[in-house]
């Protein structure tokens, strides 16, 4: 099996800023094209992940903080240092969870 190369552009970006004090906003790159049934499948997780941020920011700001310490040491500039090229520990294969009877 081949792997493709991918870029930053092939995905969809989970933008959250702040937007009054103590509060925060959460959006969605619009120029995402969900052409192909895995960017569709990566824009519906990134739908439920921004919904759920809103719905119940608690665990994710908690788990934040927990990855902020132990991130202390590591150079946050540098993208190479989170994510090795033979490092696979950040993909999930999606299909397990999907209802084939939905599929088209």
């Not at 099996?1 to 959006?27: E, N, R, W, Y």
Request: proline share 4%; net charge negative; aromatic share 6%.
């Amino acid at each position: 099996m081949t792997k493709k190369k991918s870029s930053i552009d092939d995905g969809i970006v989970i933008l959250i800023q702040p937007h009054t004090k103590g509060k925060f906003a959460v959006g969605l790159t619009t120029d995402y094209i969900a052409d192909t049934p895995e960017k569709e499948m990566c824009k519906l997780v990134a739908l439920g992940v921004a919904q759920a941020v809103l719905e119940d920011p608690d665990p994710f700001y908690e788990r934040g903080i927990e990855l902020s310490a132990k991130m202390d040491n590591i150079d946050i500039t540098d993208a190479k240092e989170f994510v090795k090229e033979s490092d696979e520990s950040n993909i999930i294969d999606l299909t397990k969870y999907l209802d084939t009877k939905n599929l088209n």
